[in-house]
């Protein structure tokens, strides 16, 4: 079985100011993982994903996300907001690779000026 | 290069009548599944097809709700005798076939179902 945890529903950050949007998960087995983003109204664009090699995956628009096996954690990151990054993140895990992805419940991102 | 596409983007449906909704996956794609979002809510797996296949049914609801993905033509959600609680978002996603898949989904606008 697989799962997915985020925690905070609504995050909101000052532009310019760091991003961290937190993602853990449960799986049987090493799991891939994705974090997609959602504008209103629109489909999910995919931001960035792991699967095997090196932890640290750098995605679109300067995020980047850290896989950490021992947290099972798969937190996003970007070091300086802007107005454009509001929007709804989820994260999502599919334990072997060709199975549906679970997705989290989202973390909507809010950006003041 | 084309996306997912779906159809309608936008549907008004009465209690009791028919939805039918319809995904076109990518060039080259012959994996399709279908999610559906409730406002405020993630993303919720309903159903994995290939052509001619479902590979996964476990998030469908037991009635009222199927789905098909037919050797030629697009795959269609049907939802019979609409309720209110059916109102959401549909999602359409797809991928390449194939060993080597790293899994990842490619998503259409999705289709946005409102009963009265």
């Known amino acids: 079985a697989q799962s997915v945890t985020q925690l905070g529903s609504h995050v909101s950050v000052s532009e310019g100011a760091l991003v961290l949007l937190r993602c853990n998960y449960s799986s049987s087995v090493p799991p891939y993982l994705f974090w997609y983003v959602q504008y209103p109204n629109q489909g999910l664009q995919l931001l960035l994903k792991?699967?095997?090699?090196?932890?640290l995956v750098k995605g679109i628009n300067g995020f980047e996300a850290e896989f950490k096996k021992s947290e099972t954690s798969f937190h996003l990151t970007k070091p300086s907001a802007h107005m454009s990054d509001a929007a709804e993140y989820f994260c999502?895990?599919?334990?072997?690779?060709?199975?549906?992805?679970?997705f989290g419940s989202g973390t909507r991102l809010q950006v003041q000026p | 290069n084309a996306g997912v596409m779906q159809n309608p983007r936008h549907l008004v449906r009465r209690r009791g009548q028919e939805a039918r909704l319809r995904c076109s996956p990518m060039k080259g794609h012959s994996h399709v599944y279908w999610y559906r979002q409730l406002p405020e809510e993630g993303l919720k797996f309903m159903v994995y097809l290939q052509k001619e296949n479902i590979i996964d049914e476990s998030g469908m609801p037991k009635e009222r709700f199927s789905a098909e993905f037919p050797k030629e033509g697009p795959s269609i959600l049907r939802i019979q005798q609409v309720v209110r609680g059916d109102s959401a978002a549909y999602f359409c996603a797809s991928s390449p076939a194939g060993r080597g898949s790293t899994g990842e989904l490619f998503f259409g606008e999705g289709s946005r179902l409102t009963v009265l």
């Open positions: 792991y699967t095997t090699g090196a932890t």
């Open positions: 999502a895990v599919s334990d072997t690779g060709r199975r549906a992805l679970t």
